[in-house]
């Protein structure tokens, strides 16, 4: 019997030996090898194209907003690897999302929807116009439609009687979180604008990226206190008009303010913009220990990160990738700590019953008994970023990126009740709008639900 014991365990050691992830990451094919596999970790967690359960969602506990991050990662995973296998399902998931305004107000969502969850949905559509993705076919709008129709409607919750402006967490005042605001839910907006100022040639755009930014400045989210860096603290409640300042600091914040200026230099070649990255990046690199690994390090070290903290890092990975291609002299700088993090993530994803599951602790040199979709998204944005140079830049509409926009997207919602502000812009959309309509909404704004950070 223990001898049959001993051949047991021997075939199962020799199977997860046979399916374990390895990674030369200076090789294209051994990144695309470790890639698929984590990429099949990460759809082990989908099941919504099961029977009764709702495409584009991830099983419990992976709340809506997870899930439009993981189709971004998913993209990126058929961008840089040119692999279809999961094409069809990643587009059908977000189109199933989109709400009837086609501005990711699905009615599964309403109730509990924030603006930072509406933002990264929000990120993923535009990735699909600048990738040049799939087209959502007839009757559908385009990406970059629905990429103005989540800036629109987040612009138009935009609050100035509390705090002097920005943008509050919640949409709806019945969640927690709606007397709070924060750099999450305002670097969407921020960065969101940023790409799309790119990608339309829309100035105006910038004029909102320049509005959140002084507004974020204002209020110390964006801290300047020490000399030549920025630091991004998450937010503060408006009872006391935003005075008290919450410093905690997340990747994914660092990330959307990181990558929005490198699109805002990119775009105008304005040195105010280069300064900004700089001084932010400057802070940003204090998420890589001395190993040049990185680390989530609000809550990794005390073992305190949440389901939602847990895919942080790998949001931070795939901005600064975007952040290398849009300013190049950086990546001497960026790119080696990118592949000293991508190997201790490849170490991490040896467990499980497959041998490759990803855990969450990229410092102790295999797998550290955590899982979940967000250890799979952390990796695999870690493994794509490394093949940043081996495809084409983000597109623009001048460049080859699908038209099919529209000033106003997004909208025409009947389930706020809204006052009208129009400003005046130069658009150069295809559709031929010459307004974003900027909207006050009234006794609406914030939702999701509270994300204990």
């Not at 559908?140 to 705090?163: E, H, I, K």
């Not at 002299?329 to 019953?353: N, R």
């Not at 400003?423 to 909207?439: E, R």
Request: include cysteine; hydrophobic fraction near 40%.
């Amino acid at each position: 019997m223990k001898f049959l014991t001993l051949i047991t365990a021997s075939v199962a050691l020799l199977v997860q030996q046979a399916t374990s992830l390895t990674l030369d990451e200076t090789s294209v094919e051994s990144i695309y090898g470790a890639q698929a596999l984590v990429a099949q970790g990460l759809m082990d967690y989908y099941n919504g194209n099961q029977t009764g359960q709702t495409p584009g969602m991830f099983s419990n506990p992976y709340y809506w907003w997870e899930a439009g991050v993981a189709w971004g990662t998913m993209l990126d995973y058929w961008y840089y690897t040119q692999n279809d296998t999961y094409v069809d399902i990643i587009k059908s998931s977000m189109l199933f999302q989109t709400g009837k305004d086609w501005n990711y107000m699905p009615s599964n969502q309403t109730t509990t929807e924030g603006n930072d969850d509406q933002g990264y949905w929000g990120v993923t559509v535009m990735a699909a116009a600048e990738k040049n993705f799939s087209d959502p076919g007839p009757g559908n709008p385009s990406w970059l439609y629905l990429a103005q129709g989540v800036f629109n409607t987040m612009a138009s919750r935009w609050d100035t009687q509390t705090c002097n402006g920005g943008l509050r967490w919640q949409i709806f005042t019945w969640n927690g979180g709606y007397d709070y605001k924060n750099s999450v839910a305002n670097g969407c907006l921020f960065h969101i604008g940023a790409r799309l100022a790119r990608y339309t040639g829309n100035n105006s755009y910038v004029d909102w990226a320049e509005r959140v930014w002084n507004w974020a400045e204002g209020v110390n989210f964006l801290n300047q206190t020490f000399v030549n860096q920025t630091f991004v603290y998450d937010g503060a409640y408006v009872e006391a008009n935003c005075t008290n300042v919450r410093n905690l600091e997340w990747t994914y914040n660092y990330g959307l303010f990181i990558s929005g200026c490198a699109y805002l230099y990119n775009y105008t070649n304005q040195t105010v913009w280069l300064d900004r990255l700089e001084m932010l990046w400057s802070r940003g690199k204090v998420f890589f220990n001395e190993d040049g690994i990185m680390y989530e390090a609000a809550c990794q070290p005390s073992n305190q990160c949440n389901t939602d903290q847990r895919c942080f890092k790998g949001i931070y990975s795939r901005f600064l990738g975007l952040t290398m291609l849009l300013v190049p002299s950086l990546q001497d700088e960026i790119m080696p700590l990118i592949q000293s993090s991508a190997k201790a993530a490849a170490a991490s994803c040896s467990g499980g019953t497959d041998g490759h599951t990803c855990g969450l602790n990229w410092f102790k040199n295999g797998w550290d008994g955590v899982w979940g979709l967000g250890e799979q998204i952390c990796a695999l944005d870690t493994f794509n970023t490394l093949l940043i140079n081996t495809r084409p830049g983000p597109l623009t509409e001048k460049s080859g990126g699908p038209s099919g926009g529209f000033g106003a997207a997004g909208l025409n919602s009947s389930d706020n009740v809204l006052t009208v502000d129009e400003l005046t812009i130069g658009t150069k959309d295809k559709a031929g709008a010459g307004v974003i309509t900027a909207i006050v909404i009234i006794g609406l704004l914030a939702t999701s639900w509270w994300m204990l950070i």
